[in-house]
């Protein structure tokens, strides 16, 4: 699932209006323009082109209350996102795409520059060149992308840290029914019961995650594409979602008293399930923690590296 973008009926740009970058001819981006920056992305992003327009559309409905913007270059050839963290200070570089033509001119430098000067102007002490959770495109630079890696080093960003995406091949995942009877049956034995949670049937599972871990998972669950979770006597154990960053898995989570169960590996599976049932192939498991538990479970492998950025803007 990817969320909407704005009325385009609407006169106020994503960003406030505020003037950027004067004489740089860089601006807000109206609303209307949100379908051609999502094919500028599918021209300028090589490695996620089928989804790149998603990925906009995404950006462009993050949580209520994140201050953001979509900042544009005169003949729409060149665009950043940015937006303000949750972390007092500190504001983050989302997605910066530059159509093949308009690349090596010097536009790429001129978008990371409007987008430093926009978060100027809100406080930002901090620019960072990764993800912003829970609405994002990716962790970070994926490493392949060459030139964007060579910008943020000549630009003065300092490399901080290192984040992994895992790939698991959906290929032969059935495409109708529920796989792993056995896994059933054993938690069945347990107690345990599996469910799913329909888009706007989750607010239980929501709260559950809020109470065992934040704020910004729960945003993920409410929108994510699929949703399961298994519970014990009627209380929740642990939960798994995919599709809030367009198909990619995750976030999943269990909660301690469901610790050696398996019930972890059998709401990814159905997950999976759900995604080579939807057409997919495979599927990123995004921004993980456990490898050796995916690598285990389902046969996921590390594949996408990504570098994270940050420099002061004191």
């Known amino acids: 699932m990817s969320g909407a973008p704005h009325d385009d009926r609407s006169s106020t740009p994503p960003g406030g209006g505020r003037s950027v970058s004067p ?17 500028l992305a599918r021209a300028a992003l090589t490695l996620d082109a089928p989804e790149a327009p998603r990925l906009v559309t ?3 409905d993050p949580p209520e209350g994140r201050d953001w913007a979509a900042l544009v270059t005169p003949g729409l050839d060149g665009v950043v996102f940015v937006s303000v963290s949750a972390t007092e200070g500190v504001g983050h570089v989302d997605l910066l795409a530059v159509h093949p033509s308009a690349q090596g001119h010097g536009t790429g430098r001129a978008l990371v520059a409007a987008a430093e000067g926009w978060l100027r102007e809100r406080g930002a002490r901090e620019v960072r060149l990764a993800g912003n959770p829970p609405c994002y495109a990716w962790p970070g630079i994926d490493v392949r992308y060459t030139p964007a890696v060579c910008l943020a080093e000549s630009l003065g960003y300092e490399r901080y840290r290192t984040a992994w995406n895992m790939t698991a091949d959906l290929t032969g995942y059935p ?37 065992h871990w934040n704020d910004a998972w729960a945003w993920e669950v409410a929108q994510a594409a699929g949703c399961h979770y298994a519970t014990r006597q009627g209380e929740i154990l642990g939960f ?15 909660a301690e008293a469901a610790r050696g169960l398996g019930v972890g590996g059998v709401l990814l599976r159905r997950c999976l399930e759900e995604q ?17 538990f995916y690598a285990k479970a389902v046969g996921a492998r590390v594949e996408r590296v990504f570098w994270l950025y940050r420099r002061s803007l004191a």
């Open 23 to 39: 004489g740089s001819g860089i601006r807000p981006a109206a609303p209307a323009e949100l379908p051609a920056i999502g094919e």
């Open 58 to 60: 995404r950006l462009a």
């Open 175 to 211: 495409r109708g029914g529920a796989q792993g009877g056995e896994d059933l049956d054993r938690l069945a034995s347990a107690g345990v019961a599996v469910h799913s949670a329909p888009a706007g049937e989750r607010s239980e599972v929501i709260a559950f995650v809020r109470e």
């Open 240 to 254: 798994a979602a995919w599709g809030a960053r367009p198909t990619w898995f995750g976030p999943m989570g269990t």
């Open 276 to 292: 080579a049932a939807a057409g997919q192939r495979t599927t990123q498991i995004g921004w993980v923690g456990p490898v050796r």
